[in-house]
Antibody, heavy 112, light 112 residues
């Protein structure tokens, strides 16, 4: 069955970067785009963007351009999202997702 | 960005009764291909969102037929017949018509 396995929780300092992984299994990795979504208590669900897992092409929400960088490693069926120049506002749960299936989420906490 | 407005923000339902959740989009979600790109998700406590309904009225795999979706180009309804304890959680509508995809603020369903 389809599985999206995400990396563990991150505690990061303001100004630093983190890279979250999303390892897919149970389907042909390059058949579906992978999206990334941010969830906070205050802002709810925010769409960050998606990556074409076949070509590596990306499409970002303007709000997250410069903040998030999406990449993919086809050899390991893994998608990655790097978040840079972290601030406390980046503290959230981040999900990778297919249209019909979401990963378990990765909690990122930004604190000095 | 397309704004998705849900109502009510919370609903309390007696088990066995039905519940309806509304969602309104700030722009038509009807594509020229005839498909209406509104989706419904349920986030159970401590879990990631799961897909219930796709393209306005199509039941996702494994979802009980107590759930149904309907609507027009901008007004949508999720109906849950015969509410059960496992239906507790937060329901979100989302639009996947144009980037950035956007979501409603969520409707919390509780049992009386």
């Amino acid at each position: 069955q389809v599985q999206l396995q995400q990396s563990g929780a991150e505690l990061a300092k303001p100004g630093s970067s983190v890279k979250i992984s999303c390892k897919a299994s149970g389907y042909t990795f390059t058949s579906y785009y992978i999206s990334w979504i941010k969830q906070t208590t205050g802002q709810g669900l925010e769409y960050i963007g998606y990556i074409n897992t076949g070509s590596g092409g990306t499409n970002y929400n303007e709000k997250f351009k410069g903040k998030a960088t999406l990449t993919v490693d086809k050899s390991s069926s893994t998608a990655f999202m790097q978040l840079s120049s972290l601030t406390p506002d980046d503290s959230a749960v981040y999900y990778c997702a297919l249209t019909g299936f979401w990963g378990p989420g990765t909690m990122v906490t930004v604190s000095s | 960005d397309i704004v998705m407005t849900q109502a009510p923000l919370s609903v309390s339902v007696t088990p066995g009764e039905s519940a309806s959740i509304s969602c309104r989009s700030s722009k038509s979600l009807l594509h020229s291909n005839g498909i209406t790109y509104v989706y419904w998700y349920l986030q159970k406590p401590g879990k990631s969102p799961q897909l219930l309904i796709y393209r306005m009225s199509n039941l996702a795999s494994g979802v009980p037929d107590r759930f149904s979706g309907s609507g027009s180009e901008t007004d949508f309804t999720l109906k849950i017949s015969r509410v059960e304890a496992e239906d507790v959680g937060i329901y979100y509508c989302g639009q996947l018509l144009e980037n950035p995809y956007t979501f409603g603020a969520g409707t919390k369903l509780e049992l009386k």
